[in-house]
């Protein structure tokens, strides 16, 4: 079973950058993997996922051109760049794995392999 655990996260100011790491136990080369994020009250959103193999990348609209997301199968490691961050960012941020198609990791039920979380604060 492979364990996720997410680094990184902190208080930025608004336009700020942050980067977040997640550190997997065991081999993720096989996996889709993601980062996802949520607030008090809200239902988890997908941030930004990628493929296995080609490191195919999906978006959520709201993190287009600020987020950018990549993985290093030989280190075992995901991250997510921040740049340009909004208050709006703001959450606790998790990644997460599931052996499954391309086709088939978009949302977080898609998931089941998950970290702890991160905090995230942006200040205006």
């Known amino acids: 079973q492979v364990h996720l655990l997410e680094f990184g996260g902190g208080s930025a100011q608004t336009g700020g950058s942050l980067k977040l790491s997640c550190s997997s136990s065991g081999y993720i080369g096989a996996f889709c993997m993601g980062w996802f994020r949520q607030t008090p009250g809200t239902e988890r959103e997908a941030v930004a996922t990628i493929s296995p193999g080609t490191s195919d990348t999906i978006y959520g609209d709201s993190v287009k051109g600020r987020f950018t997301i990549s993985r290093d199968d030989t280190r075992n490691t995901l991250a997510l760049q921040m740049n340009s961050l909004q208050p709006e960012d703001t959450g606790s941020y998790y990644c997460?794995?599931?052996?499954?198609?391309?086709?088939?990791?978009?949302?977080?039920?898609?998931?089941?392999?998950w970290g702890q979380g991160t905090q995230v604060t942006v200040s205006s």
């Open positions: 997460a794995a599931v052996a499954a198609p391309w086709g088939q990791c978009r949302e977080p039920k898609d998931f089941d392999i």
